[in-house]
């Protein structure tokens, strides 16, 4: 037996990966060789190579897709953002601020359930039913006090006792949150119905922003 006859199916598919153009020096072999398929009979190698090509082709449409749809959302966030950083501008009290703050997350940032929490009254806010005022040393405030602590973001399902604080009676309505810690100012909750709107590593880029904004657009009627 010759030491070609003693290859094996794995030395020479070594050797094949090794020497990638071999059969371009005889394609008559190339086309006689077939590649089974998954379901069906068996393809030539052309042929499997056309659909392997195809299937590549169809993936990459599709994440193209998927990246042009993602660019296209966070455009029309850095606009929403940059809408309510310029609306907070124009405030001239902090009661408008925050005023302005729930509509946007509202209607801009389409939130089922807005809710803030300030640590310290804002004088015009008496009856507002989405704002609550908390004394900063509160213990119903022990939830929050790490994410207070480093002021990240945090999005996802929260604690039934973070629920509890933010949404009151209608925490029951509330499916998954995007919570803005405002550390030595308060809390921003938006609350959606749908578990899966805000979700454990989304991107938080934009909430930081506007927390930002918001922060320094309250400290301009500190005081």
């Not at 020479?12 to 008559?28: G, I, K, M, S």
């Not at 006689?32 to 398929?37: A, F, T």
């Not at 207070?148 to 973001?153: I, K, N, R, T, V």
């Not at 899966?196 to 922060?215: D, H, I, K, S, W």
Request: aromatic share 6%; proline share 6%.
């Amino acid at each position: 037996m010759s030491d070609i006859e003693k290859l094996g199916a794995h030395e020479v598919a070594a050797w094949l990966r090794r020497h990638p153009t071999f059969l371009r020096q005889f394609p008559d072999l190339a086309l006689s060789l077939v590649v089974p398929r998954d379901e069906g009979p068996t393809a030539s190698l052309a042929s499997y190579q056309l659909d392997v090509l195809r299937d590549k082709n169809r993936e990459l449409s599709k994440r193209l897709n998927e990246l042009f749809a993602n660019a296209q959302e966070n455009e029309r966030l850095v606009v929403r953002t940059h809408q309510l950083t310029l609306a907070l501008l124009k405030q001239n009290s902090a009661a408008d601020t925050l005023r302005a703050t729930a509509a946007s997350l509202e209607e801009d940032f389409n939130g089922d359930l807005v809710r803030i929490v300030s640590f310290k009254p804002v004088p015009g806010l008496e009856e507002a039913a989405w704002l609550q005022v908390v004394e900063p040393g509160s213990a119903s405030l022990a939830p929050f006090r790490d994410c207070l602590a480093d002021g990240e973001p945090l999005c996802g399902r929260l604690q039934p006792e973070k629920n509890a604080l933010l949404y009151g009676a209608r925490a029951g309505e509330v499916a998954s949150s995007a919570l803005l810690p405002l550390p030595g100012i308060g809390l921003v909750a938006v609350g959606s119905r749908d578990g899966n709107r805000f979700y454990p590593g989304m991107g938080t880029l934009f909430l930081r922003m506007m927390g930002e904004a918001l922060a320094t657009a309250l400290r301009r009627f500190d005081g």
